[in-house]
């Protein structure tokens, strides 16, 4: 997959992409990210990439003509394949871990990252394809949000993940928050890992696992579970969690 992203701050999104798991996918070329940067396409002397918002105001608008030179030449650079642009902005839809891994499947991304007060609209009408935020909050520009698109969808390429397990293991991935883990020592001052994965009984680990995702999803994200109908199977785990937790909570209260 190729990923190209129009910034002001190439050097930022390139080191974003240069480590961990991205980074290394990079290294096993399942990934390539390229970033381009508007101000090597100004025309003029000062190599102006903004100008002040028409109607007066403060702030500043990235102009059509540099970013638009920016975005053709990525759309050039991966010949061929059918490119989707998207801007990076508050208005645009909530990314999910659905959205990830339907974009994580085309062959060629452009992201575009505005500063200032965003990019001119008519070049979002003419050349973005959708906008999306990574949450509800304001942002000094569109990088941490490519580099989050980046990150989510890169560790998504087949191959990119030493375990392809692990990635369908995932908060999320089932509509589920993670369980805990663990790793040895089995005692600790912190406490004992939970007996049942020391059981090497795999049936009732997977079990305990699932239990503690449901369990954990009604209590910090009860949202996820009221979008999503459970199986019996489910059902029966998280009325015993429920149970258990409501047990061990009173058994906490002083005057219980
Ligand atoms: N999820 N920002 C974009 C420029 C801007 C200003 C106004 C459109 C209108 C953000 C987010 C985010 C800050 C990126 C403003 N664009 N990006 N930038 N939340 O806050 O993705």
Same mark, same amino acid.
């Given at each position: ?105 085309? +062959? ?79 005692? +600790? ?68």
């Amino acid at each position: 997959m190729r990923i190209d992203v129009i910034t002001l701050f190439p050097d930022f999104v390139r080191s974003c992409a240069a480590v961990g798991v991205v980074g290394r996918a990079q290294e096993r070329e399942l990934l390539s990210v390229t970033a381009w940067n508007p101000r090597d396409f100004a025309t003029d002397s000062y190599r102006t990439v903004d100008g002040r918002t028409c109607g007066g105001g403060p702030g500043m608008v990235m102009l059509i003509a540099p970013t638009r030179e920016a975005i053709v030449a990525a759309r050039k650079a991966g010949s061929g394949s059918k490119s989707r642009t998207i801007y990076l902005s508050p208005q645009g839809s909530r990314l999910t871990q659905a959205k990830v891994a339907e974009l994580a499947r085309e +062959d060629h991304l452009i992201l575009l990252c505005g500063r200032y007060e965003g990019v001119d609209e008519r070049l979002i009408a003419a050349e973005v394809d959708e906008e999306i935020s990574i949450g509800d909050y304001v942002l000094s520009g569109g990088e941490l949000g490519a580099a989050v698109l980046i990150d989510a969808i890169g560790r998504l390429q087949d191959g990119a993940l030493n375990d392809a397990a692990s990635a369908e293991q995932d908060s999320f991935s089932d509509g589920l928050l993670d369980c805990p883990h663990y790793a040895r020592p089995m005692v +600790d001052e912190l406490g004992a890992v939970p007996d049942v994965l020391q059981s090497g009984n795999h049936a009732m680990i997977r079990r305990w696992r699932l239990k503690q995702s449901l369990g954990r999803t009604w209590l910090r994200r009860p949202d996820l579970l009221a979008r999503r109908e459970l199986g019996s199977q489910a059902r029966t785990l998280l009325e015993e969690f429920r149970r258990e937790w409501l047990a061990a909570r009173a058994g906490d209260k002083p005057e219980a």
